[in-house]
């Protein structure tokens, strides 16, 4: 069992940046791959980023390719979503997940999700 919870969320002007973290507990947070999705009012669950296990892959959606960073500290048992250059249609609330196999852009290979914290950015 893995529990998530998620911290860092909030207001920001559009060109700024904030940095989501996402704490895990237990022991085997350094055998999930992990994962940020994130969800606007209205609709679906979408992929943002993820980083394998081991940390040295990483693996972006199209639209924060060269904005966002993902990185992970398996020592601490936290991941992390370094977001800059943010546009008000990055406006979602934004959920930690972790999984062990399958494609890391599928919600439906996530085995763990976190509670999401909310983004909003101003234009």
């Known amino acids: 069992q893995v529990q998530l919870v998620e911290s860092g969320g909030g207001l920001v002007q559009a060109g700024g940046s904030l940095r989501l973290s996402c704490g895990a507990s237990?022991?085997?947070?350094?055998?999930?791959?992990m994962g940020w999705f994130r969800q606007a009012p209205g609709k679906e669950r979408e992929f943002v980023a993820a980083?394998?296990?081991?940390?040295?892959?990483?693996v972006y959606t199209d639209s924060v390719k060269g904005r966002f960073i993902i990185s992970r500290d398996n020592a601490k048992n936290t991941v992390y979503l370094q977001m800059n250059s943010l546009k008000p249609e990055d406006t979602a609330v934004y959920y930690c997940?972790?999984?062990?196999?399958?494609?890391?852009?599928?919600?439906?290979?996530?085995?763990?999700w976190g509670q999401g914290t909310q983004v909003t950015v101003s234009s």
């Open positions: 997940a972790a999984g062990r196999g399958g494609l890391v852009g599928t919600k439906n290979n996530y085995d763990y």
């Open positions: 237990g022991r085997t947070f350094g055998t999930y791959n």
């Open positions: 980083i394998f296990w081991g940390g040295g892959r990483t």
